[in-house]
């Protein structure tokens, strides 16, 4: 019988509020810690699919933290501790209501609106005579607004801080830890035979400092393309091998669903679950470069979650 986590419903002393996201409940403790469960849901295309994947939600929070302890010589981020493979707890700060998205290589959405003529893309100018997953001269931001509902929408820099959304000050601290967390990110890909294509990343503030928030370099926020094999794929104009949650996306499309009006989810089977189950933890291996250790799910997966966040909890307030 498989095993996934799809749904929390934990109540941790000092708890004020939960948000329940499309992949992650986070818990806010006395508006001063985050409490953020990866679950094993999954999404695609705006909507939860109806099956969990499981260890889906283990792989996603283990390579994350893994990511946010390398990088914390570039900026301070808001991991405290991970109390059990599928939570990460850490500073609540304000969000800023902006993704940085920044960009290695002319792919996805980018290549589709250059491919129709489009020269710039969030206030950058993009170079003419590109090919579809060229390097760019060197990578470029190009930020989104974080809607609360529907798709997240492109906008410039300097619309952002006219705007007044984030102050000419802290949207340049963001921009330099942006290229400082990409060039990590490329240089440790590097070493495990892959290419850091595009990632985003999310900040915010507690008190007057800035942040790193939420995940980083997982396969649901970054794409990856192997690197053998890469220039001669581009040379010949054919698809790149990517590691990224796109298979999903793919195998729905072949089911035609799109979340489009009149389409119909189709059925997850058990089999398909663990099918990309497989594919996750093979994510991970690749991207880590050790082996995938699956925790303990003999038993009830939310019993062995409250259990551990209560006692790391516990010892924080007893310190």
């Not at 009006?261 to 996750?280: C, F, K, L």
Request: hydrophobic share 35%; charged share 30%; glycine share 8%.
């Amino acid at each position: 019988m498989l095993k996934a986590l799809t749904k929390t419903d934990f109540h941790f002393d000092g708890q004020k509020s939960v948000y329940h996201g499309k992949v992650r409940d986070v818990y806010n403790i006395n508006d001063d810690l985050m409490v953020m469960v990866a679950t094993d849901r999954i999404s695609a295309f705006d909507v939860v699919l109806p099956k969990g994947i499981p260890y889906k939600g283990q792989v996603l929070n283990q390579i994350a933290a893994k990511f946010l302890d390398a990088t914390t010589d570039i900026c301070p981020n808001w991991k405290l501790a991970t109390p059990d493979p599928m939570v990460t707890v850490g500073l609540k700060c304000e969000g800023f209501r902006v993704e940085m998205i920044i960009r290695g290589i002319l792919t996805g959405s980018a290549w589709r609106e250059y491919k129709n003529g489009c020269r710039e893309l969030c206030g950058v100018r993009l170079p003419d005579g590109m090919r579809e997953n060229e390097r760019f001269p060197e990578p470029i931001i190009t930020p989104t607004t974080k809607a609360d509902e529907g798709h997240d929408m492109n906008i410039s820099k300097e619309e952002i801080i006219a705007q007044g959304i984030v102050s000419a000050e802290d949207y340049e601290q963001m921009e330099k830890y942006t290229r400082k967390l990409f060039a990590r990110g490329q240089m440790i890909a590097q070493k495990q035979g892959l290419i850091l294509v595009d990632t985003k990343y999310e900040f915010g503030k507690r008190g007057d400092k800035v942040y790193l928030i939420d995940e980083i370099h997982t396969p649901d926020s970054s794409r990856y393309f192997y690197a053998d094999g890469y220039e001669e794929k581009l040379a010949k104009g054919e698809p790149q091998r990517q590691l990224s949650k796109e298979f999903v996306r793919q195998w729905l499309i072949d089911h035609n669903f799109m979340n489009e009006p009149g389409q119909t989810m189709p059925e997850i089977t058990d089999e398909y679950a663990q099918s990309v189950s497989d594919r996750y933890i093979e994510l991970y291996e690749q991207i880590i470069g050790e082996k995938f250790d699956k925790a303990e799910a003999d038993g009830d997966i939310a019993e062995r979650i409250e259990m551990n966040v209560k006692g790391w909890l516990g010892s924080r307030t007893t310190r």
